[in-house]
């Protein structure tokens, strides 16, 4: 035999004892003799104690009996099966008094050697059972699921099933002040045919306590992308509760979520600490929907598709989609109300009762002798993301089922600027339109408001006003103004701008005043009319605002049995009404008309009287020029001869002209000649 011939057999025969003799030492070894150095060697990459404390064996078995969809040559490659139990990690000396962070009952997985060729760690599938896992985290923000920093490591990781048996987790966080408790059990496959495993969650979430329940299918395939995983959950959160129901497929990525989801609670408000997402304060709240979600390794995507419920008595419906991977997370989508209540709208600007505040879990409360909201709009919350929404209102009741009809606003959030542009209602077959600016990017929001009313009908407006007995007139009007201030108060407190209005012909009345909600206007005109209805030939007036102190520039209110102007101050800072009426009347019809009037004290406890000190002085011309001379001031169009009468036609030109922003000084007109 040639002795090349000779070498290679030798060589093959070397090669194969060696195989069989590293088969036999894998066969027979004890593996427990090598825990120590796998110990020492995992506690040195993670930093900190790592044991296993019980029995480590290891089986081998052929790849067929672990994937039977495995074929090849590689079938006929033995894989390992690595079973271990009682398994502990413990917690970084910051967190050692807390005990353990994670002890585990048995750990038992298979091994497909073919990979590691490739730097690939393959668990075609990993059983735990028992697991007691704790994560914490302290109010300076260390915790313990943070390991020793190394070097990226050259292998990857690749898990095909996992299988959960039993166990416990905890969280408890200082930072997001979450502390919950969760116990999972194993459920009867004879009884459950889609889920195989159970849980109960117990715990507290911003000091509100938690509760909840739900159930997984057992067996989580994270590869796989045709096998769906099923969910089922109901978790209660302070007064907001969360349930769910349907799949997720490929959990590795979230590729593929769709699951019902119903959401109801105190406030949308509330769902910020829970989801990140910067929804209003409203109502109590119930919403149903198709909620699908994506996720890939560069942005995310969840649509709540076709939802439908209830805000406080109104309903809503539409669809919304939340979408990350730019600079900000978007939001975008369009709500449709076919009823929405007006007062429904009111925590929106915290311009509801402190009773409702505390109901939704508001901290804010308002003031008892303040009526403009102090409500703090929060706008560091505004930078999370970015949005754009649009509402359509159907209809729109207020208190007495008093139609004001399709409300339209288009609301976009950018860079911390919040504009609301359209905001349109149609009222009593007009239209009230508006355009708001809202830049939360300085410490005190920067506001500007323009807004115009439009040939608003009265008997439309209040349709219980008798008709057959009167006419009614329209309402027009414009209004400019800018300010600064996180809440309603501040913002009113510090405006600057004009005001304009005009009422043409119909009626007013005490019960019309009353039905519109003008507590004030109501008590000013019985004490002028008493209960009676009286024909209206004009009312107009131009407000410039200064500083949030707004003049009266320009008043009247011109009726058949008089003509009536107002002269004074309302200050939006401080809520004070300083304002004189003077009443004149048209020949002697009604004599209790030649007493002015004041209306001072505050916007929640205004005062109407007659000015005293005018009565005292009612001495012929005296008397007369004291009068005379605010209204001639004040209103030069009014036209004295003859019988007394505002001239309507000229007013209107004169309000129809557009308000200025900014600060506006109030200008003394001279008497037209």
């Avoid at 978790?235 to 590729?255: C, F, M, N, W, Y």
Wanted: proline share 5%.
């Amino acid at each position: 035999m040639p002795r090349i011939r000779k070498i290679i057999l030798w060589l093959l025969a070397s090669l194969l004892i060696a195989i069989a003799a590293a088969v036999v030492f894998f066969l027979t070894f004890d593996w427990n003799r090598a825990k120590p150095w796998i110990n020492q060697r995992v506690s040195e990459s993670l930093g900190r104690e790592f044991a296993i404390n019980g029995d480590l064996s290891l089986q081998w078995q052929r790849a067929a009996q672990t994937v039977p969809a495995q074929s090849g040559w590689s079938n006929w490659v033995p894989w390992p099966r690595l079973q271990a139990q009682d398994i502990t990690l413990a917690n970084p000396e910051a967190f050692s008094r807390e005990g353990k962070m994670a002890t585990v009952g048995q750990v038992v997985f298979t091994l497909n050697p073919v990979p590691l060729l490739a730097h690939d760690i393959s668990l075609p599938t990993l059983e735990i059972s028992n697991p007691d896992i704790s994560l914490l985290r302290d109010k300076d923000n260390a915790n313990n699921w943070t390991f020793k920093s190394s070097e990226p490591s050259a292998w990857n990781l690749k898990l095909g099933r996992l299988i959960l048996r039993q166990g416990t987790f905890r969280l408890n966080d200082a930072v997001k002040k979450i502390d919950i408790k969760a116990e999972i059990d194993t459920l009867d496959p004879d009884k459950e045919k889609v889920y195989g495993l159970g849980w109960n969650l117990k715990g507290s979430f911003n000091g509100a306590p938690v509760s909840g329940s739900g159930r997984a299918g057992g067996v989580l395939s994270l590869q796989d992308q045709r096998q769906p995983y099923p969910l089922q959950a109901s978790v209660k959160v302070g007064k907001t509760a969360i349930a769910i129901r349907g799949t997720l497929t490929k959990p590795s990525q979230l590729a593929a979520l769709d699951l019902r989801l119903s959401v109801s609670g105190a406030s949308m408000g509330n769902l910020y600490p829970l989801t990140g997402i910067l929804l209003p304060e409203t109502p109590p709240f119930a919403t149903e929907g198709h909620l699908f979600g994506k996720i890939d390794a560069r942005h995310s995507e969840w649509r709540y598709e076709d939802f439908s419920g209830k805000v406080g008595g109104s309903d809503v419906g539409g669809s919304l989609s939340y979408t990350t991977g730019g600079p900000r997370p978007q939001l975008t989508g369009a709500i449709t109300s076919n009823l929405l209540r007006f007062e429904d709208l009111a925590p929106l600007i915290g311009a509801d009762s402190n009773q409702e505040k505390a109901q939704r879990g508001a901290e804010e409360r308002q003031p008892a002798g303040k009526v403009l909201p102090v409500k703090q709009f929060s706008t560091d919350a505004w930078g999370t993301l970015d949005a754009d929404v649009k509402l359509t209102g159907k209809r729109i009741v207020k208190q007495k089922d008093l139609p004001i009809s399709d409300l339209q606003a288009h609301l976009v959030l950018k860079d911390k600027v919040l504009a609301l542009d359209p905001l349109g209602f149609g009222v009593a077959g007009g239209n009230l339109n508006a355009a708001i600016r809202l830049d939360g990017r300085e410490p005190q929001m920067k506001s500007d408001m323009r807004l115009s009313a439009r040939r608003i009908k009265i008997q439309k407006l209040y349709p219980e006003l008798d008709a057959s007995k009167t006419s009614f007139g329209e309402i027009n009007g414009d209004a400019r103004l800018t300010a600064s201030g996180n809440s309603v108060a501040a913002m009113l407190g510090s405006a600057n701008g004009e005001v304009k209005t005009l009422v043409n012909q119909g009626a007013i009345s005490k019960f019309l005043l009353e039905a519109a909600g003008l507590n004030v206007g109501n008590i000013v005109i019985s004490k002028l009319f008493g209960d009676r209805e009286v024909k209206l030939n004009c009312l107009a007036g131009d407000f410039p605002v200064d500083n949030g102190v707004m003049n009266l520039r320009t008043f009247v209110l011109d009726t058949d049995d008089a003509l009536i102007s107002a002269d004074g101050t309302v200050d939006m800072k401080q809520e004070k009404l300083d304002v004189t009426i003077h009443p004149k009347s048209k020949g002697l019809r009604i004599i209790s008309l030649r007493s002015p009037l004041y209306v001072s004290g505050t916007f929640k406890n205004p005062d109407v009287g007659v000015n005293k000190a005018v009565l005292a002085l009612r001495a012929g011309g005296v008397v007369a020029l004291g009068l005379l001379a605010p209204v001639t001031a004040i209103l030069p169009l009014i036209n004295v001869d003859g019988e007394q009468k505002a001239d309507c036609a000229n007013l209107l030109e004169e309000v129809k002209k557009q308000p200025q922003a900014g600060k506006t000084a109030v200008k003394k007109v001279s008497p037209k000649k």
